[in-house]
C-alpha cells in the first residue's frame, strides 16, 4: 500500500477510535491555522484600517488645499 | 461467543463511535441512524465470524462499518455523491489497531511543523493541496513540494512498522 492510502486509511480509523496522541497533534495543527487565519486577518483590517485613514487623509489634504486656494481666492 | 461479546455490551461500547464515523460520511441524520441500525445488526449476526486472533473487535467493528457505508453509497447513488476517500479500500496490508495510530502519531512528531501540518490538514480535514496552501498561507507550488517531502519522510520513519 502506498504511503497516501495508508494515511487515508490510519486517518480514517482514527475517526472512527480516536487515538489521543494522534489528536493532540491535529489538534494543535487546527490551533496553528486559526491563529494563522485571524493573524491574516487582523493584518487585513489594520492594511484596511490604515488605507481608510490614508483616504480621510488624502481627502483631508485635498479640502484644506481647496480651502486655502479658495482661501486665497476669496 | 466470549461473555464480552454479548450485544448489549457491544452496543454500548460501539454505538457512540460507529454512529459519529457514519455521521461523518452521511450529510442526511435519519440516513445515519437508519444505517447505524443496520449496522449494528450486521454485527451481530455475524458475531461468531470475528477471531481476535485477526484483528481487534474494534478494527473489525471499524471494517463493517466502513463497508456498509460504502454499499449504501452504491446503492444510493442517486442521492448521494460517490465518496473518493475510499480509494485505500482494496488494499489490506496497513494494520489498524491502537499501536498503529500511535506510531503514525510518533512520526507525525519528528516532522517538522509544517510538514506535520500539511500531512494534518490534507489527509484528516480532507482539504485538497490548493486549500491547505490557503491555510497555511503559503504557495500551492511550496505545498505541493513539502507534501512529497513529507511523504518520503514518513515513508521513511514507519518503515517496518506498519
Not at chain 2, 474494534?58 to 442517486?78: A, L, M, P, V
Not at chain 2, 448521494?80 to 503514525?104: F, K, P, Q, V
Not at chain 2, 506535520?116 to 489527509?123: A, F, G, K, N
Amino acid at each position: 500500500m502506498n504511503m497516501e492510502n495508508k494515511l487515508k486509511k490510519l486517518f480514517d480509523y482514527h475517526r472512527f477510535s480516536k487515538n489521543e496522541h494522534l489528536q493532540q497533534i491535529i489538534d494543535d495543527t487546527n490551533t496553528r491555522v486559526e491563529e494563522k487565519e485571524a493573524l491574516i486577518l487582523d493584518e487585513n483590517s489594520l492594511s484596511f484600517a490604515v488605507g481608510g485613514v490614508r483616504e480621510v487623509e488624502d481627502k483631508t489634504d485635498k479640502d484644506f488645499l481647496e480651502k486655502d486656494k479658495l482661501g486665497r481666492a476669496v | 461467543m466470549s461473555e464480552r461479546l454479548d450485544s448489549e455490551w457491544i452496543y454500548t461500547e460501539y454505538r457512540d463511535k460507529v454512529f459519529s464515523y457514519v455521521r461523518s460520511k452521511l450529510n442526511n441524520y435519519h440516513d445515519a441512524e437508519d444505517l447505524c441500525e443496520d449496522i449494528f445488526i450486521k454485527i451481530y449476526k455475524n458475531i461468531d465470524r470475528f477471531d481476535e486472533e485477526k484483528s481487534s473487535l474494534s478494527t473489525w467493528i471499524f471494517n463493517i462499518t466502513r463497508n456498509s457505508i460504502i454499499d449504501f453509497y452504491r446503492t444510493n447513488k442517486t442521492n448521494y455523491e460517490i465518496i473518493d476517500n475510499y480509494d485505500y479500500i482494496e488494499e489490506e496490508d496497513a494494520e489498524l489497531d491502537a499501536l498503529s495510530l500511535e506510531i503514525l502519531a510518533k512520526a507525525l512528531e519528528q516532522l517538522p511543523e509544517i510538514l506535520r501540518d500539511i500531512i494534518v490538514l490534507h489527509y484528516y480535514e480532507e482539504n485538497n493541496l490548493k486549500e491547505v496552501s490557503e491555510k497555511l498561507n503559503i504557495s500551492y507550488g511550496i505545498v505541493k513540494l513539502r507534501h512529497k517531502e513529507a511523504l518520503f519522510k514518513l515513508k521513511n520513519l514507519l518503515k517496518d512498522q506498519l
